[in-house]
T-cell receptor, first 115, second 114 residues
Framework: DTGVSQNPRHKITKRGQNVTFRCDPI?????LYWYRQTLGQGPEFLTY????????KSRLLSDRFSAERPKGSFSTLEIQRTEQGDSAMYLC?????????????FGPGTRLTVT | AQSVTQLGSHVSVSEGALVLLRCNYS??????LFWYVQYPNQGLQLLLK??????LVKGINGFEAEFKKSETSFHLTKPSAHMSDAAEYFC????????????FGSGTRLSIRP
């Protein structure tokens, strides 16, 4: 068990560009969550998947954001036409429903800087 | 709706002193409560969790927290601070369904004075 991994760890992009982040959950975890954390704040929920189904999306997830989990394993989060306000740490977490699902294991995050 | 309020964005204690980080929650349903720690440029690590069993919860690294329903509090304590405890601490709440998102507080930065 290698834990939740996220790639890349850092991404610098120019405003208006598209970016994509990847999250690999702990193997056999069927739930996967995305959060966003801005400087000096706690993480805020964005969306979550159970297997390949996206079951909840926050109002924070504007139409420029899209997340997928095509085979119920890894997930991608894409941001189109990035804005400076998108600069943040994007965190991924996973959990196993069979254990109650309340314990989420977090990855190291992807820090996005939009210039 | 659920929410968490962490009292004090920054707490500074001397090495060896008691650590007390305050958290109050709001929830219309029975909550699950968590404390996470975040070291610089790292993800979140679960310190401890309350899931409606014992109200006094013991976690890793000598931390513990007590669930007090009457006070809607879940304060984090450690009897003796160590330099390695310096980090950001987040209190969080979710409802008691398996798929719940976690609602985090804004965090408390703990500094340890030598």
């Amino acid at each position: 068990d290698t834990g939740v991994s996220q790639n890349p760890r850092h991404k610098i992009t120019k405003r208006g560009q598209n970016v994509t982040f990847r999250c690999d959950p702990i193997s056999e975890h069927n739930r996967l969550y995305w959060y966003r954390q801005t400087l000096g704040q706690g993480p805020e929920f964005l969306t979550y998947f159970q297997n390949e189904a996206q079951l909840e999306k926050s109002r924070l997830l504007s139409d420029r954001f899209s997340a997928e989990r095509p085979k119920g394993s890894f997930s991608t989060l894409e941001i189109q036409r990035t804005e400076q306000g998108d600069s943040a740490m994007y965190l991924c977490a996973s959990s196993l429903a069979a254990t109650g699902g309340y314990e989420q294991y977090f990855g190291p995050g992807t820090r996005l800087t939009v210039t | 709706a659920q929410s968490v309020t962490q009292l004090g964005s920054h707490v500074s204690v001397s090495e060896g002193a008691l650590v007390l980080l305050r958290c109050n929650y709001s929830s219309s349903v029975p909550p699950y409560l968590f404390w996470y720690v975040q070291y610089p440029n790292q993800g979140l690590q679960l310190l401890l969790k309350y899931t409606s069993a014992a109200t006094l919860v013991k976690g890793i690294n000598g931390f513990e927290a007590e669930f007090k329903k009457s006070e809607t509090s879940f304060h984090l304590t450690k009897p003796s601070a160590h330099m390695s405890d310096a980090a950001e601490y987040f209190c969080a709440v979710s409802d008691q369904t398996a798929a719940s998102k976690i609602i985090f507080g804004s965090g408390t930065r703990l500094s340890i004075r030598p």
